[in-house]
């Protein structure tokens, strides 16, 4: 299987894409989106979430970013748009269902809720269309980092922001020379022996449990790595990011699963956002996922 092939087969003619789509899927896969900060590619996203219908859309996790709103508030109009997006991609009839990570922990005190359509879960076994099982798990619970040593986990975050706003501002000059996108933590993720060495372990780590589950695969995010290979006789697929790498995990009507890099169809390019543009501390009107946020940070 190609892991990053696009664009999207064709629809069939019972694979019909609703709402303006352009392509049909059975089952999509997204985590780490990080709404509420800088670094989250919204606009790439929001085009994503418009041109691919699905029937079923995983969110896998750190879909909003609770431990940098804490710090700060972030929340350009572009992000209120994708939460809008995926409530009415509820509303049309796609079955959503959200798996908080430890990025919006805040979220699994509501698991086995509902808000505007959105189930909340803890985990999840989903059963392809030929008849796999894939345990869905964000993956922060295979972290030995965020088990044991939390702190160290928020030092770690503050430092890849700051990797983020260098590679914001370095993208900004090669934009301005015409040269495509380039993720420099990404890149450094690739490079760093002992990064390579975690992503690994962690791979390997996930893998194992979902066997223990009597699972088929297991689809995780989390490590912000996007890959779907064989690790001893377990599929193995991470459905990547919206920071760095723009992919996402999609599983066709045959049951066919296929990871789409959205960066491929040419980067939206970065811009600063407006003061105008990020929305207030204490706006006058919320989705309902924006009012249960609120809640959690401010009984932290």
């Not at 459905?239 to 723009?246: K, T, Y």
Request: charged share 25%; aromatic share 8%; with cysteine.
């Amino acid at each position: 299987m190609d892991r990053h092939a696009h664009p999207l087969d064709p629809p069939t003619e019972d694979q019909r894409p609703r709402d303006g789509a352009t392509a049909r899927v059975r089952t999509v896969w997204i985590s780490d989106l990080h709404l509420g900060t800088p670094g989250c590619q919204a606009v790439a996203l929001l085009d994503f979430l418009k041109q691919v219908d699905c029937d079923q859309l995983f969110l896998v996790g750190d879909i909003i970013d609770g431990w940098q709103l804490r710090r700060s508030w972030y929340w350009p109009q572009a992000h209120n748009d994708v939460i809008q997006k995926l409530l009415r991609k509820a509303r049309k009839g796609t079955r959503v269902i959200f798996v908080p990570g430890n990025h919006d922990e805040f979220a699994r005190k509501y698991v086995e809720h509902e808000f505007g359509g959105v189930e909340v879960h803890s985990e999840w076994m989903h059963v392809t269309a030929d008849g796999k099982r894939l345990w869905v798990t964000h993956g922060d619970l295979f972290d030995g980092v965020i088990q044991c040593a939390k702190w160290l986990a928020y030092v770690g975050d503050t430092l890849y922001t700051m990797i983020l706003k260098l590679n914001k501002h370095f993208n900004s000059m090669r934009a301005r020379m015409g040269l495509p996108y380039w993720s420099l933590s990404k890149y450094l993720k690739h490079k760093v022996k002992r990064a390579v060495s975690y992503i690994g372990e962690f791979e390997v780590a996930v893998a194992r449990e979902a066997r223990k589950r009597g699972a088929d695969g297991v689809v995780c995010g989390h490590i912000h790595h996007a890959e779907m290979r064989d690790i001893d006789g377990v599929l193995y697929c991470n459905d990547g990011d919206w920071v760095e790498s723009l992919t996402a995990l999609v599983e066709h009507a045959d049951g066919r699963l296929e990871i789409l890099d959205w960066s491929a169809r040419g980067h939206p390019g970065e811009r600063t956002v407006p003061e105008d543009e990020v929305a207030p501390a204490q706006p006058g009107v919320r989705a309902p996922e924006l009012a249960v946020m609120s809640e959690a940070l401010s009984a932290r």
